[in-house]
């Protein structure tokens, strides 16, 4: 069952709306002085160093977001968002929401981890 026009216009917009907040919080990341790692006490050296590093890490993870919410909206310009790309069924709205680039329900997505874990 293929999701409505108007769910379809509520996750376009959804998505467009966390990418504009995922894109203000990487402007305003890239704007912030970075931070000394060369003065200040051997803890104060540490502690900036981790920061750096935890920054770093979120900096990655939204740019994964933004790479899927895209995802997430090219599949609806193209009508194919919310279906199963193995069994054809809907896609919990749930799920659609948690994973924009999600290509299989939980079922399908299931039995592809067991798989995995076989072959592994």
Known sequence: MKLSKIKLEEFKTY???????????????SQE??????????????????????SKQLEQR????LNRIQIG??????????SCEECAEAISEARLKALPDCRLC???????????????
Request: hydrophobic letters at 40%; charged letters at 30%; a negative charge.
């Open 106 to 120: 939980i079922l399908c997505a299931e039995v592809e981890e067991k798989q995995k874990k076989q072959y592994a």
């Open 15 to 29: 998505f467009l709306n966390k990418q504009a907040e995922i894109l203000k919080i990487i402007t305003k990341q």
């Open 62 to 65: 939204n740019k994964a977001l």
């Open 73 to 82: 909206l090219t599949k609806i310009e193209k009508d194919i968002f919310g």
């Open 33 to 54: 002085d970075p931070l000394d790692t060369d003065s200040g006490d051997e803890m104060d050296i540490v502690q900036n160093i981790a920061i750096q590093g935890i």
